[in-house]
């Protein structure tokens, strides 16, 4: 059964640092999203992607994120220069199309100190 | 507003005993989704069930069962007789139009004893 991938699973970084996570979505899937999870809280939405752009976005997706497909395959959620905020879960999702479940990613755990 | 609650925080029960998540949505739209995640442990999301709004069946697969009521805007899960390996905490989640992205609630961590 194809799966979306998540790497890397776990990301320590530097407050400041800029880090990209990485996903590879299902193959014939053409909606792409990010969502964050802060440690025991509820999955909040960042971005979706469709068409090799953003479709809608979050207030918490500022200037420092940013999201590309850069060979059409991967899907990357790049922050600038992290906070301590920032740490969380990170989840990738996607879908087929308009009537489809979203499927997840296993996420990658940011951790800023 | 379009939204989803999911007011019980924790629920702990002993093994073979059922129990009932609830969730109660928000929504302007006439034609919605609604579904249901589980995370266990490891922290990866499941998909459960996705269910129309056209679609007012109860849907059972194995344990687990849905009741879905337009007519009280809940969309309720129910595990029959519980086992441990179904401690996780379960999100219900509803795709906003016209993007699709999900708000979710704020989730109901279930634990079973043995």
């Known amino acids: 059964e194809p799966e979306v991938t998540q790497t890397p699973s776990h990301q320590v970084t530097q407050m400041g640092q800029e880090v990209i996570l990485r996903c590879v979505p299902i193959s014939n899937h053409l909606y792409f999203y990010w969502y964050r999870q802060i440690l025991g809280q509820k999955v909040e939405f960042l971005v979706s992607?469709?068409?090799?752009?953003?479709?809608?976005k979050s207030e918490i997706f500022d200037d420092q994120f940013s999201v590309e497909r850069p060979d059409g395959s991967n899907f990357t959620l790049k922050i600038r220069s992290t906070k301590l905020e920032d740490s969380a879960m990170y989840f990738c999702?996607?879908?087929?199309?308009?009537?489809?479940?979203?499927?997840f990613g296993p996420g990658t755990r940011l951790t800023v100190l | 507003a379009q939204k989803v609650t999911q007011a019980q925080t924790e629920i702990s029960v002993v093994e073979k005993e059922d129990v009932t998540l609830d969730c109660v949505y928000e929504t302007r739209d006439t034609t919605y989704y609604l579904f249901w995640y589980k995370q266990p442990p490891s922290g990866e999301l499941v998909f459960l069930i996705r269910r129309n709004s056209f679609d007012e069946q109860n849907e059972i697969s194995g344990r687990y069962s849905w009741n879905f009521q337009k007519s009280t805007s809940s969309f309720n899960f129910t595990i029959t007789a519980s086992q441990v390996v179904d401690s996780a905490v379960y999100f219900c989640?509803?795709?906003?139009?016209?993007?699709?992205?999900?708000?979710f609630g704020a989730g109901t961590t279930v634990t079973v004893r043995a």
């Open positions: 989640a509803l795709p906003l139009l016209d993007d699709y992205k999900l708000s």
């Open positions: 992607f469709y068409n090799n752009e953003i479709s809608e």
């Open positions: 999702a996607n879908r087929q199309s308009s009537y489809n479940e979203q499927f």
